[in-house]
């Protein structure tokens, strides 16, 4: 699994928590926080929750999270961890929402989360009966276990980060993850793995 | 191609340059609320000549206190947690604090986790209005306080409701959301989750050493003695240059944390973290009640 980390995470070197630090006494110093990981959080929860849901949550994560710098924990040098876990907070507040975006990808084909970033035609054509599948299982994730699992896959997270993001042990989001691939491959099925990913390669 | 790649493939279209301009402009907002400066203002040194005189005093008996201390034998047996909170409770009960003016500010130089970053002064209204930094060298800057945990007018009006019965404050600091640096979370021994935040936030609140109730000091320091545990390390290196008492919550290989005290008068030296041989230490090199933004105890 690929891990994502702040490139001047490494204590020494400018890490969040020197900016945080930073930014208690000096508030303007909290921008720094905001263009080092705007950007990823706000397509991490755009591919959650649509474009328009995600701007009043990326808004609100950092606000909240300047809010909250006076209890930052300094120790820790990558600031991820700790803002997609408030961002996680906020999208549970939009459970409904995600689910119902799921379910239209999985009943009609066409994924009204991509519409706004392809050719609508294109879309359609692109979203095929393996993304369907997904969708659907992912609709049906336990909330904790969907956390879990798309800090891994799609924010890109070790386990160990998606552990302190969700304020879980480590051993907890394993076996989240792993019980949420394991309903992945079964809803994916009987489906021919060469096909699906012939299918997938084209979308 | 496993259905973790079909995952990280599925709504992969979504661009990776989106704008957050609008969120950046909602951040800043919030910011610069914060931040606007009040005018520069020249410091007005206006302390009282009777304020210099106790605290010069204070000090002096501190010092005369300090060396005459009986060296501590090398053999001598390591003081348990108990006795040395006990006596620690004991000097706090018996320190005596004026009355703290909402004009007054506190004042507090803390030392940085990591040696390249400029170590600020700052100093918080106890009103809440007004906070004000200096870096080293620079000049002072006075902004507008902040709302958030950290106004000392909430600080001083939680320190003000704790209980004084040492078990209920304990009981209170298991349940409050945790304010310090973390020792071993998210993979605390099961079992310590409520010990560890407890420790940890009567550290945080310990830093707000010349704002708390003698009688809130003493229990905060019958508390930890009764958190499991808890032993007490001497000669602890506070990362500023320094060594004290180290209250430390000792979970083996899951961390280390330690409360720092001077081994004289018991205040506040600093909090220090120990976790798979890396140390992350925040020393506090002063910290005091003034009259003025600018001035130091």
Redo the contacts between chains.
């Keep these: 699994?690929p891990q994502q980390r702040s490139p001047l995470a490494e204590?020494?070197t400018?890490?969040d928590?020197?900016v945080i630090?930073?930014s208690?006494?000096?508030?303007?110093a909290?921008?720094v926080l905001?263009t080092r990981h705007?950007?990823?959080l706000?397509?991490y929860v755009?591919?959650r929750l649509g474009l328009e849901a995600?701007?009043d949550i990326?808004?609100e994560t950092?606000?909240a999270a300047?809010?909250?710098?006076?209890?930052y924990?300094?120790?820790?040098a990558d600031a991820r961890p700790w803002l997609y876990g408030i961002a996680t907070n906020l999208i549970g507040r939009h459970r409904r929402s995600e689910i119902t975006l799921y379910r239209a990808l999985s009943r009609t084909g066409a994924?009204p989360?991509?519409e706004p970033?392809?050719d609508r035609v294109e879309?359609r054509v692109?979203a095929g009966e393996?993304?369907g599948r997904?969708?659907a299982a992912l609709a049906a994730l336990p909330a904790g276990h969907r956390d879990a699992?798309l800090l891994v896959?799609?924010g890109e997270f070790s386990y160990e980060d998606a552990?302190?993001s969700l304020?879980?042990?480590?051993g907890t989001v394993r076996s989240r993850v792993f019980r949420a691939?394991e309903k992945?491959?079964r809803a994916?099925g009987d489906a021919d793995?060469t096909a699906?990913?012939e299918e997938?390669g084209h979308? | 191609?496993?259905?973790?790649d079909?995952?990280?493939?599925?709504?992969?279209?979504?661009?990776?340059?989106?704008d957050?301009r609008?969120?950046?402009a909602?951040?800043?907002s919030?910011?610069?609320a914060?931040?606007v400066p009040v005018g520069k203002r020249r410091a007005r040194w206006r302390l009282g000549v009777a304020l210099v005189g106790a605290l010069g005093l204070a000090a002096a008996a501190v010092t005369v206190l300090r060396a005459g201390e009986p060296p501590v034998p090398p053999s001598a047996a390591r003081p348990s947690a108990a006795t040395v909170l006990e006596d620690a409770a004991l000097v706090a009960e018996k320190s005596e604090m004026p009355d703290i003016r909402p004009d007054q500010w506190i004042y507090k130089k803390e030392g940085?986790?990591?040696?390249?970053?400029p170590v600020?002064e700052?100093w918080h209204r106890m009103d809440g209005k007004r906070?004000a930094?200096r870096e080293p060298g620079g000049e002072l800057?006075i902004?507008k306080g902040?709302?958030?945990?950290?106004n000392p007018i909430k600080t001083q009006a939680e320190l003000e409701s704790f209980p004084d019965d040492p078990d209920e404050l304990l009981a209170h600091m298991r349940t409050i959301?945790s304010?310090?640096?973390?020792i071993c979370?998210?993979?605390c021994p099961p079992g310590t989750e409520a010990d560890v935040n407890a420790f940890g936030t009567i550290q945080w609140y310990l830093k707000f050493g010349p704002i708390i109730p003698p009688e809130k000091a003493a229990a905060m320091f019958r508390a930890m003695a009764k958190i499991p545990n808890v032993r007490i390390e001497e000669n602890v290196d506070t990362g500023g240059g320094r060594t004290g008492l180290g209250v430390v919550l000792d979970l083996g290989e899951a961390g280390r944390g330690y409360t720092i005290l001077d081994p004289v008068d018991y205040d506040y030296l600093g909090w220090k973290?120990v976790?798979g041989g890396e140390v992350?230490a925040?020393p506090m090199l002063a910290s005091g009640l003034v009259d003025e933004a600018g001035q130091v105890p």
Excluded: C, N
């Excluded at chain 1, 208690?24 to 303007?28: C, G, L």
């Excluded at chain 1, 924990?73 to 820790?76: A, G, I, K, S, W």
């Excluded at chain 2, 940085?112 to 970053?117: D, E, F, G, I």
């Design positions: 699994m204590p020494g400018g890490g928590a020197e630090a930073r208690r006494h000096d508030p303007e909290f921008a905001f705007a950007p990823a706000k397509r755009v591919r995600a701007e990326v808004a950092f606000t300047f809010r909250q710098r006076g209890t924990d300094l120790t820790r994924d989360v991509v970033f392809t879309g692109a393996v993304r997904l969708a699992l896959a799609w552990a302190r304020g879980v042990a480590v691939r992945l491959r994916l793995p699906t990913s997938y979308g | 191609m496993d259905e973790m079909l995952l990280t493939g599925l709504r992969d279209e979504v661009p990776r340059d989106l957050v609008a969120e950046e909602r951040l800043l919030v910011v610069r914060q931040a940085q986790p990591v040696p390249t970053l600020y700052s906070t930094i800057k902004g902040e709302k958030g945990p950290t959301d304010r310090a640096g973390s979370q998210p993979e973290t976790r992350f925040l």
